[in-house]
């Protein structure tokens, strides 16, 4: 360990490259596909439109509320830092052994199969099962099916995880070049949506009937799209002067996220009917191919397949710091902890993040994992925006160069919007929220065990 202290990672990421990683990261697949949910739960495209503005300003609270932390903790691991400064070492333990085991890797195995799916749709190939074992352990207790495009999507994983390993610059100037493209295409789409687009009739009336429920069930879903802009404070020990950077990448990359979807769902209720858009599960294909038939749609699959590829990039770029910090803290491997002295990465953290991202790739059961630790997730967000009033009572000396504008309505607003969440998805999925804290509780033995071990250095 001490050895591995001696070699730092190295701050070549710029501000364009940590706004990239919220941007790129936050938009991935969630634009393309959550408004038929929201409508289908409001019934009316103003509506839509409210709740994108108000699932924006509560993801705005929230990178309020982590500019403060991650300007006061510029550490690698991003919310490990914070819980464990506030909270103590066995939270930001928890923290880092569920995005290792299962929301990181989740995602990332996610995104990659999403990536191939697309990509069937150009190479129809990649969807034919090769091989099915004949035994209860796929998805939903089925055969495991493995197919062509699997292979490919595990191939990506690991292409990406190298191309990380060689240089946090390289991944972040391939982070900031796959962002600049997704959001030109993007803005393509939109573009065509509002131009081309024929204004469509009025509605008898709306799609559903707005209850209070259906809100909150549309939030949810509009939350989760845009989850993912916490992402760069993981690599906030490799980000240029993070106590500007830091704050300037959450807040204007959030708000740039919100503008974009705002835009986006504009072009589609321009374009379609509030019941075409719930009728549909690729809205954006859909309206594409309204305008330029098959073309159209053809270019959306291209739009969206670049998403996944940023999100990706920003996955792996970000998420292997979190175990990485857990072992230099003393709590994970310590292998996981070593800095590649002609690198300047963790470059066993990338490798073996990829190597279970990809296995569960494999096994086409990532999804599964990832739906059960969604309610554990969000308790610990809403701990680490909660941070911010611990810390300031508990570490009051604590240099901050940036407060949180509207403290401390800002962190308690985006508590509360953690809150109504873990409500919500208490009562609709109860039985996976339970399971879900039940595989964090697992790792609790674990983090006994480093600590016995007195494995940290200081």
Partial sequence: MDKARQTELKRDLGPWAAASIVVGTVIGSGIFLVPRTMVNKVGTAELVAAVWVVGGMLSLAGA??????AAALPEAGGEY???REAYGPMWGFLYSWTQMWVAKSGSIATLATGFFVYLASFFPPLDKVFYSLPAPIGPRG???ELRYGQLFAIALILLLGLLNFQGVKLGGNVQVAATVVKVALIACIVAAGLAFGR???AAAGPVAALTFSGFVAALVAALWAYDGWNNVGMVASEVRNPQRNLPRALIWGTAAVIAIYLLANAAYF??????EVGGTERVAAEMMQRIFRGPGAAAVSIAVMISIFAALNGSILSGARVPFAAARGGYFF???GRVNAKRGTPGVSILALCAW???LTLSGRYDDLFNLVIFASWILYGMTAAAVLVLRKKQPDLRRPYRTAGYPYVPSLFILAACVLLVSTACQRPRESAMGISLIAVG?????????????PN
């Avoid at 321009?270 to 019941?275: P, V, Y």
């Avoid at 609790?444 to 940290?456: I, S």
Wanted: proline share 8%; glycine share 4%; charged share 10%.
């Fill in 270 to 275: 321009h374009a379609l009917s509030a019941a």
């Fill in 444 to 456: 609790l033995p674990f983090y006994f065990y480093w600590k016995r071990r007195g494995m940290r």
């Fill in 81 to 83: 830092a914070y819980l």
């Fill in 199 to 201: 204004p469509h009739a």
């Fill in 64 to 69: 309020l509320s982590y500019a403060e932390l």
């Fill in 334 to 336: 310590a292998a996981i």
């Fill in 142 to 144: 089925g055969p495991l």
């Fill in 357 to 359: 991202s990809a296995l």
